[in-house]
């Protein structure tokens, strides 16, 4: 069974409670849940993970190596400015997933560079918390 990570980045732990008219009304758990759910359906184990510290998931990142075979990362405020993140990112050799809930190009503009896209095989964005599932069928495919 092909292993992957699921990792959220900061602020995500509120989803739900934050900003609803942009990220919906659906809590981490619910995205979790339907994380689980594709899973199972996909054959794939997954662990998922929150942290509102960068250093605590640039150190899951580098821990990935030899364990997982896929990443799916929502990076959160960290995407657009975690150089930390790009460079421990650039050391995974598996492929990488990039998931936001909304769509940041079509948001401020300082959330239109991606610290993660450069190293990411593919960008879903905009799909809300199917988006999660949409990238999980696209690692199933890959791995
Ligand atoms: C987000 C988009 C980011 O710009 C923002 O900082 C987040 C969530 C999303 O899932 O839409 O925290 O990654």
Redesign the pocket.
């Known amino acids: 069974m092909k292993r992957v990570l699921v990792l959220n ?4 732990n509120m989803l739900g409670l934050r900003e609803p008219d942009i ?1 919906g009304h659906e809590t981490l758990d619910d995205v979790k849940g339907l994380c689980l759910e594709a899973a199972e359906k996909l054959g794939l184990a997954i662990d998922f993970r929150q942290s509102n510290h960068e250093g605590e998931l640039v150190t899951w990142i580098q821990d990935a190596r030899g364990v997982y075979d896929g990443l799916l990362i ?4 960290y ?2 400015t975690s150089l930390a993140l790009h460079d421990a990112l650039k050391i995974l050799d598996i492929p990488i997933i990039e998931v ?3 769509d ?1 190009k079509k ?1 401020e503009e300082f ?1 239109h560079f991606s610290y993660v896209e450069p190293l990411a095989v593919h960008v879903i ?1 905009g799909q809300g918390p199917k988006g999660y599932v949409q990238g999980l069928e696209k690692l199933c495919e890959l791995l």
């Open positions: 980045g900061p602020n995500l990220y929502n990076a959160a405020a995407t657009h936001h809930i909304s940041p948001r959330r964005a």
